[in-house]
Each structure stands twice: as C-alpha cells, then as structure tokens.
C-alpha cells in the first residue's frame, strides 16, 4: 500500500493477558518507530529499527513491552500482561531520506510517516 | 531531558489566522517538525525547519529561532477542516519528542 498500516485499529484486552500489534512500514522504508500516545498528550518514542535491527529500545516502559521486525519489514509490538495504563494508542512511523525543499534544498530530513494506530484500552 | 511546551487550545474564526507557538529545551537539535492530527487519526506532515527562518508552503508557515529555542507554526484563511491538533515535534539524532499538542477549533 501507499502508506503506513497497522492492525488491529482497535484492541481491547483484560488485565493479564498479552496483545500483539502489527505495523507494515510504507515499502522501502528503512527506518521503523513505535511510539504510546495517551489520550490529550503527544506521541512518546518507544523504540527504533533501522532494518532488523533494534538500535535504540530506552522508550519502552517495562521489560513486559517487546518489539520485533525480523526481516527488515513488518513489524510487532508484543505486551505481555497488559495493565491498565497500558491503554492507549501505539503508533508505528516509518521514514526515507527526503531532500530538503525550497530555501533549504540541500539538507536532507527524514520526515516521518505515521500509521492510524492501534487503540489498546485494558479492562 | 526534553521539555518542549506549546499552548492545549485555541479558537479562531474561518477566514481568520491563527500562530500556534513552540518552545523547546532539549538536549540536542536537528531540526523542528510540525505535525495536523485530527481526532483519532494519524499525525501528518506538515512543515520542517532546521536553520533559522520562515519556511512557507502554502497556507501554512514555520518559523524557527534555534538560539530562543523558539518556533511557530501560522496558520492563514483558516478552513473548518483545519480544525485539529498541531505537535510540535524536535529531532535529535533520529528521535522525535513531541510536545502535547494544541488543539485548534475553527468556528463559522
């Protein structure tokens, strides 16, 4: 597809049991981030693939938060023993290099593209 | 640490312009972003700046003062569509951290 996709839209779990969410990055897309954004407040980072690699993971909450992206595409956000505030809305973001426009055309950014989320509410 | 501050709401008029501010301490730069997200949907781009200036595209503009850790986003001829949450976002390295957002109502 054209953009970021991510499934379920909608989850809702009982405290204590595991949830995995699925990102598709937008093809080609190196670069692959997870990020919780509760309700009223802005995305918080959570972690960062660059291929299959995960280079940076100091976001995620506690060690009942894992993430994986084995062949370099697809990616899942697995909570085990889903709590309470846990709920709220995962993104996933991916990004390519970009040349830069207008007054700055020489300097390259990695604009960010999103997903629609996965709505996680925990009862 | 990042503290990055914008205001929680604003209201303007159709037709009218709105300035949505952003202040930023961070503890690195590499540039600023703007991002529209409508209520339960995802943030899409809107506007990067990384050296000081005004970047315009359109109806919209971004302007950017690095040594007043200082930014805003103008929105002009506003449209009910408009009518959404704003993040100002600063990228340091490949991280984004987000401010809160502004939530902007655009009245008839």
């Known amino acids: 597809g054209a953009g970021v996709s991510q499934s379920p839209r909608y989850k809702v779990a009982k405290r204590g049991q595991d949830v995995a969410l699925r990102c598709d990055p937008i093809?080609?897309?190196?670069?692959l981030f997870w990020y919780q954004q509760a309700l009223g407040q802005g995305p918080e980072f959570l972690t960062y693939?660059?291929?299959?690699?995960?280079?940076?993971k100091s976001g995620l909450p506690s060690d009942r938060f894992f993430a994986e992206r084995p062949e370099g595409s697809v990616s899942t956000l697995k909570i085990q023993r889903t709590q309470q505030e846990d709920s709220a809305v995962y993104l996933c973001?991916?990004?390519?290099?970009?040349?830069?426009?207008?007054?700055?055309?020489?300097?390259?950014?990695?604009?960010?593209?999103f997903g629609p989320g996965t709505r996680l509410t925990v009862l | 640490g990042q503290n990055i501050d914008q205001p929680t709401e604003m209201t303007a008029t159709e037709g009218a312009i709105v300035q949505i501010n952003c202040t930023y301490q961070?503890?690195?730069?590499?540039?600023l972003f703007w991002y529209q997200q409508h209520a339960g949907e995802a943030p899409t781009f809107l506007s990067y700046?990384?050296?000081?200036g005004l970047e315009e595209k359109g109806r919209f503009s971004s302007f950017l003062s690095r040594s007043k850790g200082y930014s805003y986003l103008l929105l002009k001829e506003l449209q009910m569509k408009d009518s959404a949450s704003y993040l100002c976002?600063?990228?340091?390295?490949?991280?984004?951290?987000f401010g809160a957002g502004t939530t902007v109502t655009v009245r008839a």
């Open positions: 693939f660059q291929n299959e690699a995960q280079l940076d």
């Open positions: 700046n990384v050296l000081d």
């Open positions: 093809s080609g897309h190196v670069s």
């Open positions: 973001a991916s990004s390519g290099e970009v040349r830069g426009s207008g007054s700055h055309p020489n300097l390259p950014y990695n604009e960010q593209f």
């Open positions: 976002a600063v990228r340091n390295d490949y991280k984004l951290s």
């Open positions: 961070t503890s690195g730069f590499n540039g």
